[in-house]
């Protein structure tokens, strides 16, 4: 499923394809051990279905970075299954409350706020090694990098989902993909300088993320 297909009921196949798309690409970074997926759960709509939208965190990707909806009944008797499985290898952001089988699914939950505070956090380090290289000898000519302003996350409204509990879980979505859209771009500006590249690697990194305590 895409970011604009209908939305559908998940079925325990798609739920366990969207495990395996998800596992692949938190093992694809190497050494890399932390989800590069978020899968965002809402609560209920009005039919009594929850939505899941998956988001790809993943550096590289040649894709769209959404996909879903996955629309699960809390009451069904593989409910529990099927959002093992959509939560396999993924970090889980609730927009709106968690019902209890949400709940009783293990999974990491995304600090949101913290993640905004640390991105901003580690820009303030990249500006400090731009000053640091410029402060050389020989380098104060040196340009700095144009560093993108880590803006808060925030649902972005999407007029043409299929079914209404969706559209708040696609809304959060959407607010991630920009996040990942900032990261990609700071990334890009770091990995184009070798004073930026020695201490945190040559490799594009996926977004990282801080977690809720348990």
Not at 87 to 94: D, E, I, Q, R, T
Not at 190 to 199: A, G, I, K, N, S
């Amino acid at each position: 499923m895409s970011d604009d297909s209908a939305t559908e009921p998940a079925t325990a196949t798609d739920a366990t394809d969207a495990a395996e798309a998800a596992g692949a690409a938190a093992t694809d970074v190497a050494g890399a051990t932390a989800p590069t997926t978020i899968a965002v759960v809402g609560a209920p709509g009005e039919s009594g279905e929850i939505a899941v939208w998956h988001v790809q965190l993943e550096p590289q990707l040649t894709g769209g970075r959404l996909s879903g909806a996955w629309l699960v009944d809390p009451a069904a008797d593989d409910a529990g299954a099927t959002l093992a499985n959509l939560f396999a290898g993924a970090a889980v952001l609730a927009a709106g409350e968690e019902v209890d089988v949400v709940k009783r699914t293990p999974a990491s939950r995304v600090d949101l706020a913290a993640t905004v505070k640390a991105l901003r956090g580690h820009v303030k380090e990249l500006k400090a090694r731009v000053a640091e290289e410029k402060a050389k000898p020989g380098k104060d000519k040196l340009v700095s990098p144009r560093f993108p302003t880590v803006a808060d996350v925030e649902p972005i409204e999407f007029g043409h989902v299929g079914e209404a509990a969706a559209g708040r879980v696609l809304a959060w979505a959407r607010g991630l993909e920009e996040l990942t859209a900032t990261w990609s771009e700071l990334e890009s500006q770091r990995r184009r300088r070798d004073y930026l590249r020695e201490p945190w690697g040559a490799e594009s990194r996926p977004v990282p993320l801080e977690y809720a305590a348990d």
